[in-house]
């Protein structure tokens, strides 16, 4: 099988996009499309060229249903590859990546979108909230006494400090490091760049996680153009290829009843270790990292799982500037989850469009410097699931 390269990509920047009942805006299918186009312009491919379409499934709170081939429709697209929607919390867009991948891998297609819209801001708090109960864990057991994902992030984070005689203004500081980012990435919810003074006096979410440690919620749209290396040799342009994946679920949903260590994030460590060695690369290779990572603690804690900074020295890393642009080994470059923002369903297609964006060394402000290797993962519960890729910049 030949390697699988990216060659375009386009985004709507993250915040607030869904209309609220009463208010007139492009519906969910126009505002795709036009993402659609525009990635597919910077690819430089002809549209008959596109063969298989991997969506995002849309959160329920989208309008129309069998998203992806309405899209389909819409678009004009007839496929040879598949025509699908996948879904698998929040490593859905990171699913939908590898299945259009996939697509190309198998031969069904030469070119192929990995694609999703995700709109909830216009929802209330209270809906949103009582679904994503649901999801957390046993609706028999955990969903009734209200546990949510920040609970869990919030226990790991407690468990951390203990362990390591951390201070909560280390792992705060991630938040920090992650504003000043997001305010050089047009595409980022919050780009007004805070003080650790500021991120410590913001009212208590789940203790100890403030509200600037936590993700806001977000609408985005996103697409990116994948293409057998081939095609992007042929074009005499740099290019980005998937030089290595991995993936590891450890059969436990959101918060396992089997004894474990439970910062470790053993799946991390699995699919990191699964990615490296396909690879041929280790972390100290890494130009970069663009991890998801919901809350501040858990860029620590998937930071070290993947072996990019020492076990217990994640949030120091962090407060001593060396996550930072110009430091040892930059982390989410975007702004991060807490910054850039978290359109759920398809945050880690913005993760792997900010990684192909250093990579071309089309970031700008942020750009990391000569970036030739960088790391994207995907996840889902508590880092039950994990899903790595390391990619590279050809020339």
Sequence with gaps: MGRVAIIGYAATPVGRLQPKPGETAPLEHEVLADIVLRAVVMAQVDKSEIGGLSFAQP?????????????????????????????????????AFEHAADNIRSGRAKVALALGINYETAVTSAEHMMSSMRAVGDVDFQAPFGITPIAWYAMDMMRYMHEFGVTREDVASV???????????????????????????????????????VPPRSDGAVALVLADEDVARASGRPYVVVRGS??????????????????????????????????????????????????????????????????????????????????????????????????????????????????????????????????????LGNYNAALVHVLERIS
């Design 59 to 95: 959160r329920p709170y989208t309008q129309q249903k069998y998203f992806g081939t309405f899209m389909a429709s819409y678009l004009k697209l007839p496929c040879d590859g598949f025509v699908a929607e996948v879904l698998g919390n929040g490593m859905t867009g990171g699913l």
């Design 175 to 213: 938040a920090v490091k992650n504003r000043f980012h997001a305010s050089l990435n047009p595409l980022a919810q919050y780009r007004t760049l805070t003080s650790l003074d500021e991120v410590m006096d913001q009212p208590m979410i789940v203790h100890p996680l403030g509200l600037y440690e």
């Design 246 to 379: 991995g993936f590891h679920h450890e059969g436990a949903h959101q918060i396992t009843s089997t004894p474990n260590d439970m910062i470790a994030l053993n799946a991390a460590q699995r699919a990191g270790s699964a990615a490296f060695e396909e690879a041929g690369l280790t972390p100290s290779d890494l130009d970069f990292a663009e991890p998801y990572a919901p809350c501040t603690i858990v860029e620590v804690l998937v930071s070290e799982a993947l072996g990019i900074v020492p076990r217990g020295a994640g949030a120091r890393f962090a407060a001593e500037g060396r996550t930072t642009l110009g430091g040892d080994i930059p982390i989410s470059t975007s702004g991060g989850l807490t910054s850039r923002g978290h359109p759920a369903y398809v945050t880690p297609l913005y993760n792997l469009l900010e990684a192909v964006e250093q990579l071309m060394h089309r970031a700008g402000d942020r750009q990391v410097v000569d970036a030739a290797i960088g790391l994207t993962t995907a996840e």
